[in-house]
């Protein structure tokens, strides 16, 4: 007797309806999974998760109302084993890191192949992880890299959207020199050569958002 295929649950969250469209598709064809429910935004990602309980979660990072890693972490919040997929067109170490960190089980990028995204859908389902190769090659580069901290963050945000350095030191209330000391930490960390390389090898890798 042919013993049944237990199919993967699955639910979509992303804020492109045609993203959305593409993948369902994927997933209604692949014979083993079933797609149970839809969101177009991280606030309605949390509320189907509750309504679906599926098996496996497919977030996108970029979401409007709640982006995808506070979407993850209330989810991972009302269930510690919920098994969640990232599949983002963003790359880098550090993105990565913080959405594993938050509860993802797999980061994938949207340029994956089908087969590497149902495949992914299948090892979370089994508790099993996976990373897209470039992202894997970005942590494996970056291992043991100090990660920034906040502060320097917060100096990196002003500087990325043009303030110059007094101007920071009074948005966030703090003398010039500690901005400067802040700024040129960050710089060592990211192996940057000014504030502009910088601010863009914190966005490269995942730092900062585009």
Same mark, same amino acid.
Not at 10 to 19: F, G
Not at 131 to 154: I, P
């Given at each position: 007797?042919?013993?049944? %295929?237990? @199919?993967?649950?699955?639910?979509?969250?992303?804020?492109?309806?045609?993203? +959305?469209?593409?993948? @369902?598709?994927?997933?209604?064809? /692949?014979?083993?999974?079933?797609?149970?429910?839809? /969101?177009?935004?991280?606030?309605?990602?949390?509320?189907? $998760?509750?309504?679906?309980?599926?098996? %496996?979660?497919?977030?996108?990072?970029?979401?409007?109302?709640?982006?995808?890693?506070?979407?993850?972490?209330?989810?991972?919040?009302?269930?510690?084993?919920?098994?969640?997929?990232?599949?983002?067109?963003?790359?880098?170490?550090?993105?990565?890191?913080?959405?594993?960190?938050?509860?993802?089980?797999?980061?994938?990028?949207?340029?994956?192949? @089908?087969?590497? *995204?149902? =495949?992914?859908?299948?090892?979370?389902?089994?508790?099993?992880?996976?990373?897209?190769?470039?992202? /894997?090659?970005?942590?494996?580069?970056?291992?043991?890299?100090?990660?920034?901290?906040?502060?320097?963050?917060?100096?990196?945000?002003?500087?990325?959207?043009?303030?110059? =350095?007094?101007? *920071?030191?009074?948005?966030?209330?703090? /003398?010039?020199?500690?901005?400067?000391? @802040?700024?040129?930490?960050?710089?060592?960390?990211?192996?940057?050569?000014?504030?502009?390389?910088?601010?863009?090898?914190?966005?490269? +890798?995942? $730092?900062?958002?585009?």
């Amino acid at each position: 007797m042919k013993k049944d %295929v237990v @199919r993967i649950r699955v639910l979509l969250a992303d804020d492109h309806p045609v993203m +959305r469209d593409g993948l @369902r598709a994927a997933i209604e064809s /692949a014979g083993d999974m079933d797609v149970v429910g839809e /969101a177009g935004d991280g606030v309605e990602a949390v509320a189907r $998760f509750q309504q679906c309980q599926p098996d %496996v979660s497919v977030l996108d990072i970029q979401m409007p109302l709640l982006d995808g890693l506070q979407a993850i972490a209330q989810i991972r919040a009302l269930d510690a084993a919920a098994r969640i997929v990232v599949l983002t067109t963003y790359p880098g170490d550090a993105r990565a890191k913080k959405a594993l960190a938050s509860g993802a089980i797999a980061y994938l990028l949207k340029s994956s192949t @089908r087969e590497e *995204i149902l =495949n992914a859908i299948r090892a979370a389902a089994q508790g099993r992880g996976m990373l897209s190769a470039e992202v /894997a090659s970005d942590v494996a580069l970056h291992a043991g890299a100090d990660m920034l901290t906040g502060r320097e963050l917060a100096v990196l945000q002003l500087v990325a959207t043009g303030h110059s =350095n007094k101007e *920071i030191a009074e948005k966030l209330t703090v /003398a010039d020199d500690t901005v400067k000391a @802040r700024l040129q930490s960050a710089m060592v960390k990211l192996g940057a050569s000014d504030r502009a390389h910088a601010v863009t090898l914190a966005v490269k +890798r995942g $730092f900062l958002d585009r």
